[in-house]
C-alpha cells in the first residue's frame, strides 16, 4: 500500500516501536515546560502538548497488546492537567 503525497509509510517490528514510542514519551516529558534537564524547545501551550501527547498515542496504538507498556498516554495527560490546571484557565 502506498502512502498519500503528504505522508509516508514506515515498517517496524514491534522491538523498534516500542522503542520509538518509549522515546517518544520521554521526549514528551522533556518538552513540559517543568523540566528543565535540557534547555530546548518546550510546549508553548496546552494545546500544543495536547497535539504532542496525541501522535505520541498515535504510535502507541499500533503496539500489540501483550507488548503495551503501562498507561503512559495517562501519564502524560496527568502532565498536562497539571501543569494548565482548569483554575489557571479561569483565573
Known amino acids: 500500500m502506498t502512502a498519500r503525497d503528504d505522508r509516508i509509510r514506515i515498517d ?7 522503542h520509538l514510542s ?3 514519551h520521554l521526549g514528551f516529558k ?3 515546560p517543568n ?12 494545546d500544543h502538548a495536547l497535539e504532542g501527547a496525541h501522535a505520541v498515542e498515535r504510535l502507541e496504538r499500533f503496539i500489540p ?14 502532565l498536562i492537567r497539571h501543569w494548565w490546571p482548569l483554575e489557571r484557565k479561569t483565573a
Open 12 to 18: 517496524l517490528s514491534v522491538g523498534e516501536l516500542m
Open 35 to 46: 523540566d528543565r534537564g535540557i534547555e530546548m524547545h518546550r510546549f508553548d501551550g496546552e
Open 22 to 24: 518509549a522515546l517518544a
Open 30 to 32: 522533556k518538552m513540559m
Open 65 to 78: 497488546e501483550q507488548h503495551k507498556p503501562a498507561d503512559q498516554g495517562a501519564n502524560r495527560r496527568a
